[in-house]
């Protein structure tokens, strides 16, 4: 079938030495634990950003605060800050105990992304932030606006108009294009958003009644976003959000950390060296697990413990940080298709900028099966009421694998731990998903259990 070379080396080649890559090609679930991690402390001197480009973020979406409690009422009462709550999920942990017959020691929690305001996904971090760092460089640069302005001024007919002579594009699987959608719409910016084929139909609508210009494409990801990129280089007044590359989204997902830290403190969860943290991340193109990956390692240094998780039909972060080969690999250079009900982690070929961060940072990554992310939805939605779209339950099994493997956690020192450890889900998105199409998520998994 594969008859280029990867790399230099043939499919078979490929596989006869790599047994882990005869398994994904075979679409197995698998758990890849990182034999190249290093201490923090070490590998943050490689990396050319850190702590204080996080705090700048942190502090830009301070600023916009006033306006995003006007604009997003339903942000009001946390003061503007878009931010989601964490629980604790101890049903679903007797749920999973009974699914794989065995005591899971430790704690479950679950960050619920899910319901962040706006955008109802991880992106309202990232996606919403470098809108707002755009709208605000336009606006300073041109005069209309001061840092210690009020943000409330940029709604107003004025600030509209001004941003109307500008535009964003973006390429999306979905849940990028609604953030920047709706966030560059209700500034003014006129937006396009590329949408990729996996991108659901009432994403594209909500976008549409927005005025938001949807271009649909019968390919994947990795196309939506070169048209998009593709838009913006023949026009100097539209700014591209290149998901595949951007560090201003790394750094809008990065901000989640430290606001997790004070979460954590007021549930009385305390991470160190005897509590040690582990943080579960559904994984597409790499920016938003990346990016919160790099904050919880700088809010919890080597006390947390970061996993991805793919689908098994879209395992390219795993490739590209196993083989090495970053973004100079797809999955479908391997005839993986690419194709899965996880439409927010359907992508074939990772970010190289997240890969070249990271390779030192991350434990691991495993991947799930979509009949398995249905399973979880359901019994997510059954044992503690939360309605999740099936990338957001990639982080589920996450637990169960780090417990299943010895080797592992030999290697970080953690097998007298795990008593007192941590396991917390990140759920990415959900609760904008219409009704009746959330019933046909559960349904399916409800058939499955
Ligand atoms: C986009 C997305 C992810 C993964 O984020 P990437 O930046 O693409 O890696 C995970 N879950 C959901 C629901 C998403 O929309």
Not at 264 to 285: K, M, N, R, S
Request: glycine share 10%; with cysteine.
């Amino acid at each position: 079938m594969q008859d280029n070379k990867i790399n230099g080396r043939s499919m078979d080649e490929w596989i006869a030495e790599h047994r882990i890559i005869a398994d994904l090609v075979a679409l197995k679930e698998v758990s890849w634990f990182n034999p190249g991690t290093k201490q923090f402390a070490e590998t943050i001197f490689n990396i050319p950003f850190g702590g204080a480009e996080v705090q700048d973020a942190a502090d830009r979406l301070e600023r916009f605060s006033p306006y995003i409690a006007k604009v997003f009422p339903e942000t009001a009462a946390a003061n503007g800050h878009i931010e989601s709550p964490v629980q604790e999920i101890t049903a679903m942990k007797g749920v999973l105990e009974e699914l794989f017959g065995q005591f899971l020691p430790g704690r479950l929690l679950a960050k619920c992304d899910s319901h962040l305001p706006i955008s109802g996904s991880i992106k309202a971090r990232g996606g919403i932030y470098e809108v707002l760092k755009h709208a605000e460089f336009l606006a300073v640069e041109a005069g209309l606006l001061a840092l210690d302005d009020n943000y409330v001024v940029l709604d107003s007919d004025e600030f509209r108009s001004f941003f109307g002579k500008y535009s964003i594009a973006v390429g999306s699987t979905g849940n990028l294009g609604l953030s920047i959608g709706i966030m560059g719409a209700q500034l003014g910016f006129k937006v396009s958003v590329h949408m990729s084929a996996d991108a659901r139909q009432w994403k594209k609508d909500m976008l549409r009644s927005k005025g938001v210009n949807v271009l649909e494409y019968e390919s994947d990801y990795s196309l939506a976003v070169a048209e998009g990129r593709k838009e913006a280089a023949s026009d100097s007044s539209c700014y591209f959000v290149d998901d595949e590359n951007s560090i201003n989204l790394f750094m809008g997902y990065a901000v989640a950390a430290e606001r997790l830290k004070e979460q954590f403190a007021e549930l009385g969860i305390v991470v160190d060296a005897d509590h040690p943290l582990f943080a579960y991340l559904p994984c597409g193109v790499g920016g938003g697990p990346g990016g919160v990956a790099f904050g919880l390692k700088l809010a919890f240094q080597d006390n947390v413990h970061c996993i991805f998780a793919e689908p098994t039909h879209s395992p390219a972060m795993l490739l590209g940080l196993y083989t090495g080969l970053h973004d100079g690999v797809s999955v479908q250079d391997f005839g993986i298709d690419n194709l899965t009900a996880a439409d927010g982690l359907a992508v074939g070929r990772p970010s190289g900028f997240v890969g070249r961060t990271m390779h030192e940072l991350l434990d691991g990554v495993y991947t799930v099966s979509d009949e398995n992310l249905y399973r979880y939805l359901a019994m997510m939605a059954d044992s503690e009421d939360l309605a999740l779209e099936p990338s957001a339950v990639a982080g589920v099994p996450g637990i169960v694998r780090v417990l299943g493997d010895k080797e592992y956690l030999a290697l970080h020192g953690l097998a007298g731990e795990m008593d007192r450890a941590t396991h917390l889900v990140w759920c990415t998105g959900g609760s904008m998903v219409p009704e009746e199409e959330m019933r046909g998520y559960y349904e399916r998994g409800r058939g499955m259990c």
